[in-house]
């Protein structure tokens, strides 16, 4: 009776007040069973066993069977060739040598390269801008703050329907507004030389407000002291970012690039809702996974789908290897 | 003094001035997207453009739902959203729960092998996840898109820290009250764990409702359409007239936009918590 | 807490739930057998859902279940279907997936079906037929035709002038009145040289004497000289600033910008009628003449699933749909021309102030979609590639040559 009210009285207690109390009792309670903890152990350790076994089968089992079972099957599917109607057969190498030879596949690297080239640096360096500027003393940041989220919250279908009427060579507002100062406005999505550019243009502003949010709260975590210190040394603001704001804040830093980088190099909705099939502009700015979705659902060739998914795959395995050697060298930890 | 005040007010407004900038920037397109949604399709295709339509075409709007089912999206797009949410809440919970408090053989193996997942690129599972869908007759049902979205290792790893981060003493009071790990589990870990659940939540809401791909794939057909692919679809169905599509576009944004006016602190908080750790 | 078990306890049943809704029970208990209906045009539903009514006047025991697909996602969709056993019992079918299909054994065959019934297969136009003709097999039944019209804006001819099209116009005639009536300054364009192979490039070529795919199926005739003649003309328009750039026909479609006023001329099909009836200012003509007179004609017929559980539903509800009474909904609607023979007259007379006359017209001098078993592969080709040469990046030969080689490649391999 007593153990359960004192169980109970630790939730009536909130914050800080928990912890005071619960050292006596726990002591208490230890006191008393240190007798008995040899014979609990055993019972213990397998009540232990079945409670884990049984909290972690559910996303386990789900893991494996939606996850990791797939990931070989992907592989597997790489060495096929698919036919009509699901049927498959080994062909080996095939795809793989395919690869090697598709100038179209070659294309969408050098497009998802250029994209990734522009929309991570450029996105990366406006949001710390935006960040900076927000985190010091003027009135309505909240205001900002949630205008800079709205594309984030939006969905890319919508985001991609606005901004292919805004880009609209001969209908929309941008060649509009150019029209006014007198420049001809180019075709922004149907121009192969430019329409890859355009969509990195989206990009960018959808992912701003994303980035602004988290490289706010990682300058708020730098303590005061570093920036007080600082103004009584005289340091100009220049000086003091470079010196103290971008140092502490390159875990973060580090952590989004990484982050955006891994993005980017899946983009899919915003080129597949704004380019159009029947556009030329189409090679120029198909991505890779673009092209695996195209092989794997348009044009019923999923064997080779497959073989792009594992390029891609060992490819971000890469990233992630270099990442971790890299985050040893270049990131500064309290 | 007077020196320093003048320099503050010419700094305070030259950063307003960027920042208002930039966010006239981000908001142009949705107030264009609001206008362009009310004009008849001769008015958004006029030469100079329409700005603010003659008589507003609140049609438009009507005309979204008799060629789609679009309340029908909603309701889709809700559901999925809700209980994959709710289910990678609980499931993802439970799990880290147990990887970060109980020993059990095989534990730190079994983590990493979750934590594997993290580390390979979505399309990777597409096809024979879709291939699994197509068997066991699952193409065009909600079930499709919700079931494969209950299982996460992003957010069991999430939890897994929050849970590795609680004091360890609640647990043991617990334990020693008789306890078992469920209940452990159910009421103290879980409670403690609010701003975590709420940044996952968050996440996974945001991600659901968006989402384009995995739905479009397995769902073709109207009925079970998400959002997402609802509003691709009108696309290629109404061809290009702006205003509609426009008209559909905000409709699909107008959910999101108010849950997150009620909830801006806890999208914030949360989308920060997942980017810090 | 208990209010946790209780949310956990709806989740479980929600999701129990919707396991139950969407898979579809195909019999329910009171007896009725349940079919679905697959196809793609939202515009034909209203038509399709009377059918339907009246095919239950006399089978009140069969349900018919609706499935509409847009066509970008239908032969996708059905794709999948087919390998997991789940395709609509009734569906659409088009000429160039039939081969395919048939020989997929992912359909069935009808003619020892509709020999035992008695079913004639004489009441449809021959050539549609043999469209739907697999090894000789008959697999679907014949539901409509189409052929090619001139569509027009009179408005904009008024304003210049300039008499209607008629059935003497030719190509230089044609290319003449899109001259006089092509306006920068309106915004209004004579022709629109809309880049689609049926309605398209295809019937060009064939009035000029080309042909698309040989007698023996085994090379295409991108690349004869008559065809190069043929896409020149067509893609001359844009380059002579008559039609709108490909460009921006992919960025604003053509029908919409022809239903607004701003394009004089363009060739569509009978499908548009339900659309472009709305604006009276628009009317049709027969198409201009080449080296000789061709359009484009096809049809849609109904099939049946190989893998359907009610294959006697699915034949009744095939049958009613290539019955009389159902091409007389489709005439009397408007909704495109029945492919029954005599029922075209109402459909003539379902929409008197538009000539509908010269699409009927069209069929004394149609040439049938080709298909084989890829045409879906080959057709993919000419999008990819013919593109070029209409965005005037390429010139129309090498494209040809592109083309040719890499659908001769596709039709080795049947």
């Given at each position: 009776m007593k153990r359960r009210s004192s169980f109970f009285s630790l939730f009536s207690l909130k914050g800080g007040s928990i912890v005071k109390e619960i050292p006596l009792q726990v002591e208490v309670n230890a006191k008393r069973r240190k007798l008995k903890v040899p014979n609990l152990s055993k019972t213990r350790k397998r009540s232990d066993f079945f409670w884990a076994y049984l909290m972690i089968a559910p996303t386990m089992l789900g893991l494996l069977v939606f996850y990791l079972w797939p990931i070989l099957q992907t592989i597997y599917f790489s060495f096929t060739e698919w036919g009509a109607f699901g049927q498959y057969e080994w062909t080996g190498l095939d795809n793989y040598k395919r690869m090697v030879d598709d100038a179209n596949l070659l294309q969408s690297f050098k497009n998802t390269g250029i994209y990734i080239l522009f929309t991570v640096p450029i996105g990366i360096f406006l949001s710390i801008l935006v960040a900076v500027l927000l985190n010091q003393k003027i009135k309505g940041k909240s205001v900002y703050r949630t205008l800079y989220f709205l594309p984030v919250i939006t969905m890319p279908a919508a985001i991609a329907m606005v901004w292919r009427w805004l880009y609209n060579s001969d209908y929309g507002l941008l060649n509009y507004l150019l029209s006014l100062i007198g420049i001809k406005g180019p075709q922004w999505v149907s121009d192969p030389k430019i329409a890859l550019y355009s969509i990195i243009v989206v990009a960018i502003w959808s992912g701003i407000g994303y980035n602004v949010v988290i490289f706010l709260s990682g300058l708020q975590g730098i303590p005061k002291t570093y920036y007080e210190a600082a103004e009584i040394d005289g340091a100009g603001p220049i000086k003091v970012f470079f010196k103290i704001t971008l140092p502490l804040l390159s875990p973060v830093i580090f952590f989004v690039t990484i982050m955006s980088f891994i993005g980017a190099f899946q983009v899919f909705d915003l080129i597949f809702m704004m380019i159009g099939k029947g556009s030329t502009a189409l090679e120029k700015t198909q991505s890779i996974v673009y092209l695996f979705y195209q092989h794997a659902f348009v044009l019923n060739d999923k064997g080779y789908a497959a073989a792009i998914a594992v390029l891609l795959l060992i490819i971000i395995l890469i990233i992630t290897a270099i990442q971790m050697v890299l985050q040893k060298k270049w990131v500064h930890y309290d | 003094m007077e020196k320093t005040r003048q320099l503050v007010t010419s700094k305070t407004l030259l950063i307003h001035i960027i920042l208002i900038v930039g966010a006239v920037a981000m908001v142009l397109p949705f107030i264009w997207m609001f206008l362009t949604s009310l004009k008849t399709y001769a008015e958004s295709i006029h030469v100079p453009p329409v700005?603010?339509?003659?008589?507003?075409?609140w049609e438009n709007y009507k005309e979204v739902f008799t060629l789609l089912p679009f309340f029908k999206f909603m309701l889709n797009t809700l559901i999925v959203t809700v209980l994959r949410t709710a289910g990678q809440l609980f499931l993802c919970s439970l799990a880290a729960y147990a990887f970060a408090r109980i020993e059990f053989p095989g534990r730190n193996v079994l983590f990493l092998v979750a934590l594997s997942v993290l580390m390979v690129p979505g399309q990777v599972f597409l096809l024979p996840q879709y291939m699994i869908m197509v068997k066991i007759g699952w193409l065009n049902t909600l079930q499709a898109v919700v079931v494969p979205g209950l299982f996460s290792a992003f957010g069991t790893f999430l939890l897994r820290q929050f849970f590795m981060g609680l004091p360890k003493e609640l647990e043991e009071a617990a334990r020693l009250d008789g306890c078992n790990h469920f209940q452990i589990y159910w009421r103290v870990m879980l409670p403690l764990a609010k701003p975590g659940l709420v940044a996952l939540g968050i996440f996974t809401t945001l991600w659901s409702w968006n989402e384009l791909m995995w739905p479009m794939i397995v769902n073709?057909?109207?009925?079970?359409?998400?959002l997402s692919v609802g509003l691709s679809s009108l696309q290629g169905q109404y061809l290009t007239n702006y205003p509609v599509l426009m008209a559909g576009s905000f409709l699909a944004i107008v959910p999101m936009l108010i849950l997150f006016m009620i909830l801006q602190k806890q999208f914030i908080e949360g989308i920060a918590i997942t980017g810090g750790k | 807490m208990k209010k946790w078990l209780i949310m956990i306890l709806t989740l479980a049943l929600g999701l129990l739930g919707l396991a139950g809704c969407s898979s579809s029970d195909e019999t329910s208990s009171d007896g009725k057998v349940e079919i679905t209906y697959g196809f793609w045009d939202k515009k034909q539903v209203p038509a399709i859902e009377e059918i339907i009514k009246l095919f239950n006047e006399k089978n009140p025991d069969i349900k018919v279940k609706t499935e509409l697909t847009p066509y970008a996602q239908y032969f996708q969709k059905l794709e999948t279907a087919a390998t997991g056993g789940a395709l609509p019992d009734v569906l659409w079918m088009n000429g160039p997936h039939v081969v395919q299909y048939a020989k997929g054994k992912v359909i069935l065959p009808l003619s020892d079906m509709a020999k035992k019934d008695d079913y004639s297969f004489d009441n449809y136009p021959k050539s549609l037929i043999d469209l739907y003709t697999v090894d000789e097999e008959v697999y679907g039944i014949p539901k409509d035709f189409d052929t090619t019209g001139l569509w027009y804006n009179k408005k904009i001819f008024d304003e210049a002038g300039v008499p209607y099209p008629d059935d003497t116009w030719d190509w230089n005639k044609l290319k003449e009145v899109a001259t006089k009536l092509t306006n920068k300054d309106k915004g209004i364009w004579g022709y629109a040289a809309l880049m689609?192979?049926?309605?398209?490039y295809y019937d060009f070529i064939w009035q000029n004497g080309g042909h698309i795919i040989s007698e023996d199926g085994k090379s295409v005739g991108f690349d004869q000289p008559e065809a190069i003649e043929a896409l020149k003309y067509n893609i001359s328009f844009i380059e002579d600033g008559l039609s709108p750039t490909q460009a921006q026909m992919t960025e604003t479609a053509a029908s919409e910008l022809f239903s607004s006023g701003k394009i004089a001329m363009m060739f569509d099909g009978p499908w548009m009628v339900p659309e472009y009836k709305k604006n009276p200012d628009l009317n049709v003509a027969v198409v201009p003449k080449g080296k000789q007179r061709a359009v484009a004609i096809h049809g849609l017929s109904n099939v049946i699933a190989?893998?359907?559980?009610?294959k006697e539903a699915a034949w009744k509800f095939v049958q009613f749909l290539g019955s009389k009474e159902a091409a007389e909904v489709y005439a009397n609607t408007g909704t495109v021309i029945p492919a029954y023979n005599g029922t075209q007259d109402a459909w003539l007379q379902s929409v008197p102030n538009l000539n509908l006359k010269a699409f009927i017209d069209g069929v004394d001098y149609s040439v049938p979609l080709p298909s084989v078993e890829n045409t879906g592969e080959i057709w993919q080709y000419e999008t990819d590639i013919l593109k070029k040469a209409w965005s005037e990046e390429e010139s129309v030969e090498d494209a040809v040559k592109e083309l040719t080689k890499k659908a001769n490649e596709a039709l080795s391999n049947n």
């Open positions: - | 700005i603010i339509p003659k008589d507003f075409q073709s057909s109207p009925e079970s359409m998400t | 689609g192979n049926q309605g398209g190989a893998n359907t559980k009610h």
